[in-house]
């Protein structure tokens, strides 16, 4: 999904203006392009759908609404966006959030220019835009996490099939809550939570809300 003149297009969100200045530096490039920057979720919210990058580059320490939170977000909304986060965080749990929410890729900051641009030119021919370590401790997560899933049967191995934020938008609706109300209580958008329903509807092969909301407090 590269722009009409070939470049691979990306956009920044970090809140630190030098960390911003730095990054544009180390990707300027004759094959990628800029093509927009955001200090907080807020302007990343409004900006990205807009934009529709190639590539998200996403830091997690965010004022407000962090970047692993920023993903759950934006990812429904920009399924031929890769986001990648660049972070200081060398945490494995982060990583695995970031990645079961929708990041492509984990990158940390002490990374040099020549490999930042690599990893991201690498992204567009499928490539995990992380280092070795994190590709082999995420790809043994999720391994594990799909054999417990074969070992559960029925309702509840599809509801685990379900993203964290999938199952806080489920758990309220069979509650009772309406979209607006589990907007405000989540801190998204309404458009957002009618995505995550479509998403829990398909994932769990049901026809409306009602039965979501049944097969839900059934596997509960």
């Known amino acids: 999904m590269s722009g009409l003149d070939g470049k691979l297009r990306v956009m920044l969100v970090d809140d630190?203006?030098?960390?911003?200045?730095?990054?544009?530096?180390?990707?300027?490039?004759?094959?990628?392009?800029?093509?927009?920057?955001?200090a907080n979720a807020q302007e990343a919210l409004a900006l990205a759908?807009?934009?529709r990058p190639d590539i998200l580059l996403l830091d997690i320490d965010l004022p407000g609404m962090n970047g692993i939170q920023l993903?759950?977000?934006?990812?429904?909304?920009?399924?031929?966006?890769?986001?990648v986060m660049l972070t200081v965080s060398a945490s494995e749990r982060d990583l695995l959030e970031a990645v079961a929410r929708g990041a492509a890729g984990y990158l940390t900051k002490d990374l040099s220019p020549e490999a930042l641009l690599r990893s991201l030119r690498g992204t567009q021919r499928g490539e995990l835009a992380m280092s070795r370590r994190f590709a082999a401790r995420a790809?043994?997560?999720?391994?594990?996490?799909?054999?417990?899933?074969?070992q559960v049967s029925g309702q509840e191995g599809e509801l685990m099939a379900l993203s964290p934020r999938e199952n806080d938008v489920l758990a309220m609706l069979a509650d009772g809550l309406t979209d607006r109300e589990i907007a405000e209580a989540l801190t998204i958008s309404p458009r957002t939570v009618e995505t995550h329903v479509s998403n829990i509807l398909h994932k769990l092969g049901v026809r409306n809300r009602a039965e979501a909301a049944q097969r839900y407090r059934q596997g509960t």
């Open 16 to 38: 630190h203006a030098l960390v911003r200045s730095a990054v544009r530096q180390a990707i300027a490039a004759d094959d990628v392009e800029l093509v927009g920057e955001a």
């Open 71 to 83: 993903v759950q977000e934006l990812a429904p909304r920009l399924p031929q966006t890769k986001i």
């Open 49 to 51: 759908p807009v934009l």
């Open 139 to 150: 790809l043994q997560y999720f391994a594990d996490a799909a054999r417990r899933g074969r």
